[in-house]
């Protein structure tokens, strides 16, 4: 037997799948969850990499609790929203696409014309797309809070401000290991 058909021997088990090893983990209640506040200002860090970001805050998944069947995300208020940044060309050529619910109903705007009319509606977009699809991410979305300007109605929240640095540095609590 060579050394290649030994190791191969070795990952395998009985039922021919590698072997994984489950951590036990504290099963949550939606109660037990204190909920945090966080504000981002959307023009320190190009769209996509702020938005992913917020989508793993709103998940939960920063938090070392994280539980994959439980909301346990904390709330987002990103505010600037009008002064975003988008590299290259993807003000002009990135396009975003709506069906009216009517023959023929499809509808296009582009990144520009999103951005002078509703900034909003880019970040929100951009955030849903990078959540899986499911009734829970649905609800988490609701946590997230997005404003135009720097005026927004919830300074009573106690809300602790991520920097750059900050959002650079910001990993899932619990990482996947992939071989």
Same mark, same amino acid.
């Given at each position: 037997?060579?050394?290649? +058909? $030994?190791?191969?021997?070795?990952?395998?088990?009985?039922?021919?799948?590698?072997?994984?090893?489950?951590? #036990?983990?504290?099963?949550? @209640? $939606? /109660?037990?969850?204190?909920?945090?506040?966080?504000?981002?200002?959307?023009? %320190?860090?190009?769209? /996509?990499?702020?938005?992913?970001?917020?989508?793993?805050?709103?998940?939960?998944?920063?938090?070392? !609790?994280?539980? #994959?069947?439980?909301?346990?995300?904390? !709330?987002?208020? %990103?505010?600037?929203?009008?002064? *975003?940044?988008?590299? &290259?060309? =993807?003000?002009?050529?990135?396009?975003? !696409?709506?069906?009216?619910?009517?023959? &023929?109903?499809?509808? @296009?705007?582009?990144? +520009?014309?999103?951005?002078?009319?509703?900034?909003?509606?880019?970040?929100?977009?951009?955030?849903?797309?990078?959540?899986?699809?499911? #009734?829970?991410?649905?609800?988490?979305?609701?946590?997230?809070?997005?404003?135009?300007? =720097? @005026?927004?109605?919830?300074?009573?929240? +106690?809300?602790?401000? *991520?920097?750059?640095? $900050?959002?650079?540095?910001?990993?899932?609590?619990? $990482?996947?290991?992939?071989?």
């Amino acid at each position: 037997m060579t050394t290649a +058909q $030994q190791k191969k021997q070795k990952s395998k088990t009985s039922h021919g799948l590698k072997e994984t090893i489950s951590l #036990p983990k504290e099963a949550f @209640e $939606q /109660g037990e969850i204190k909920r945090k506040w966080h504000i981002v200002d959307a023009s %320190v860090l190009p769209l /996509g990499r702020l938005c992913s970001k917020i989508a793993l805050i709103l998940r939960g998944k920063h938090q070392p !609790y994280y539980t #994959p069947h439980v909301d346990c995300g904390d !709330y987002v208020v %990103v505010v600037n929203a009008k002064n *975003l940044v988008l590299t &290259g060309n =993807k003000l002009k050529d990135k396009i975003y !696409y709506h069906h009216t619910g009517f023959v &023929g109903g499809i509808k @296009e705007q582009s990144a +520009q014309a999103m951005l002078n009319k509703k900034p909003e509606n880019l970040v929100y977009l951009a955030v849903k797309r990078m959540m899986p699809r499911s #009734p829970m991410n649905r609800h988490a979305l609701h946590k997230l809070k997005i404003y135009a300007g =720097k @005026e927004h109605p919830h300074q009573a929240n +106690q809300l602790s401000p *991520l920097s750059v640095d $900050q959002l650079e540095h910001f990993q899932p609590a619990v $990482q996947s290991k992939k071989k």
